[in-house]
């Protein structure tokens, strides 16, 4: 039976509400986000982009920036501690055409909040209010902002932040349920973005230990927010934003084969070494790290791992998989014919 949740309005847009995919550096480029929107993501956000190497003209920044329909809608996550370049980053961007700008203040990175970006912000909440003024008197598109619980347990602050970011013109927040501190350890505390729903009136995303239907069903009731994003639920598994997406709207799902799984697996590769714009020998070193995700929790994934992190070719790629696949298929005819009769 279909849900009836509410599309979360951003300016122009309706998203379903099912699941965004969340701005992840070294992750969701555009490979990433094009397969995650395939699979039925509500929608994408880019990888974080500078807004210093945005003003000084860096072309690996502006690459960042583009944005093909494949991907739409989607949001380009700007970070940085300067607001005077802020604005001039988001005055910049507008010719790329985002559906959305969003800030990145929750990245707990060492060499970004040592900065003063990321993280950091959230120590100095008037600065951080002056970062969403400055983008939002330059975009012609919503500006949302993303943010963690705190720096640490004893500074605690999302609520008042999120209160300040609403008071400075945000159109949106998105709350990960960690300090700064946590890093990505722990488990991350829903009742927490609960507060922050309960405090402001603009739309609350959560974020934070969505792994499968049943995780995003629970945020949503717990939370109450308005969507649910998917980080590091989603590595080596795009096919648990269609299991949502047809899951809300009341749609039988059938889990992907493993063959499927290793197919999905190679037209990720695919698309990486298609959009890439370095040399294919070059290009394939940023597929390892995702074909070693989709082979996680399977008999013999840890010696196949170590392959995926030599790969140096699309056809290596093809043979890793069919080898993998010939393994599991060997393992599953073990154990049948060990399994007593009865």
Not at 9 to 15: A, E, H, M, Y
């Amino acid at each position: 039976m279909e849900q009836t949740f509410p599309a979360l309005s951003l300016g122009k847009l309706s998203l379903p509400k099912t699941a965004l995919l969340a701005p992840m550096a070294g992750v969701s480029d555009r490979a990433y986000r094009t397969l995650c929107r395939d699979f039925g993501a509500a929608g994408t956000v880019t990888e974080m982009i500078s807004i210093k190497g945005l003003c000084y003209g860096d072309k690996n920044s502006a690459q960042l920036c583009t944005i093909t329909p494949p991907e739409r809608p989607c949001g380009l996550q700007l970070f940085g501690s300067d607001p005077e370049f802020m604005g001039r980053a988001v005055s910049l961007v507008q010719q790329f055409e985002p559906d959305w700008i969003d800030i990145n203040m929750g990245c707990p990175v060492h060499k970004v909040v040592t900065t003063g970006a990321g993280s950091a912000l959230m120590k100095k909440p008037d600065l951080a209010q002056a970062f969403v003024r400055a983008a939002v008197r330059e975009s012609s598109v919503p500006v949302t902002v993303k943010f963690r619980l705190g720096w640490s347990e004893s500074t605690r602050n999302a609520v008042p932040f999120a209160q300040a970011m609403e008071d400075a013109g945000a159109s949106a927040i998105t709350v990960h349920g960690r300090t700064k501190e946590q890093l990505y350890s722990g488990t991350a505390d829903w009742a927490a973005i609960r507060a922050v729903k309960q405090a402001v009136h603009i739309p609350v995303i959560g974020n934070g230990d969505v792994r499968s239907v049943q995780d995003c069903l629970a945020m949503y009731a717990q939370t109450g927010c308005d969507l649910v994003m998917i980080g590091r639920g989603s590595y080596g598994n795009p096919f648990l934003f269609q299991a949502i997406d047809t899951h809300l709207r009341g749609l039988p799902y059938t889990p992907p084969t493993l063959a499927q799984q290793m197919e999905t697996m190679l037209h990720h590769v695919q698309l990486i070494l298609s959009y890439s714009e370095k040399p294919p020998e070059i290009a394939i070193r940023e597929a390892r790290k995702h074909t070693a995700w989709y082979l996680t929790g399977r008999y013999g994934a840890a010696q196949f791992r170590k392959r995926c992190y030599q790969l140096n070719s699309y056809a290596e790629a093809v043979q890793l998989a069919e080898d993998f696949l010939a393994l599991q298929q060997a393992h599953s005819d073990s154990a049948e014919a060990e399994a007593p009769v009865t």
